[in-house]
């Protein structure tokens, strides 16, 4: 955990939502509590989607889609887990899980505008 602190603090030439999906994997594959990991995992990988938007505002909800694809998200957690270490197929999803969360924060957004 402490070096998942210090890597989360650092700054890197790693792109920012890479690092969001980094983050995220790292912790929720370290597993350090009983309960919670899966929640914390996706606010953490938030905390790094905020950080890479460079605003105190997000209108989107990658935590959300997650949850919407839960199963597609176990299975692309259990692949990367127990195949190897090359995470490339988790990053992909990862990022691909960002465009439907942005559509949906899109139609709320133009649901209460009219």
Same mark, same amino acid.
């Given at each position: 955990?402490?070096?998942?602190?210090?890597?989360?603090?650092?700054?890197?030439?790693?792109?920012?939502?890479?690092?969001?999906?980094?983050?995220?994997?790292?912790?929720? @594959?370290?597993?350090?509590?009983? !309960?919670?990991?899966?929640?914390? #995992?996706?606010? %953490?990988?938030? /905390?790094?989607? +905020?950080?890479?938007?460079?605003?105190?505002?997000?209108?989107?909800?990658?935590?959300?889609?997650?949850?919407?694809?839960?199963?597609?998200?176990?299975?692309?957690?259990?692949? @990367?887990?127990?195949?190897?270490? !090359?995470?490339?197929?988790?990053? #992909?999803?990862? %990022?691909?899980? /960002?465009?439907? +969360?942005?559509?949906?924060?899109?139609?709320?957004?133009?649901?209460?505008?009219?």
């Amino acid at each position: 955990m402490l070096a998942l602190i210090a890597w989360a603090n650092s700054a890197s030439n790693e792109p920012s939502l890479i690092k969001a999906g980094h983050a995220h994997l790292w912790f929720v @594959t370290l597993h350090p509590f009983d !309960d919670g990991n899966g929640r914390i #995992a996706r606010a %953490l990988g938030g /905390l790094f989607l +905020a950080r890479a938007d460079g605003s105190p505002q997000r209108l989107y909800s990658l935590s959300a889609q997650i949850q919407r694809e839960r199963n597609a998200h176990c299975g692309i957690l259990e692949r @990367t887990q127990k195949q190897s270490l !090359d995470i490339t197929e988790w990053l #992909a999803w990862f %990022l691909e899980t /960002l465009h439907p +969360a942005v559509d949906q924060a899109q139609h709320r957004l133009d649901a209460v505008l009219a």
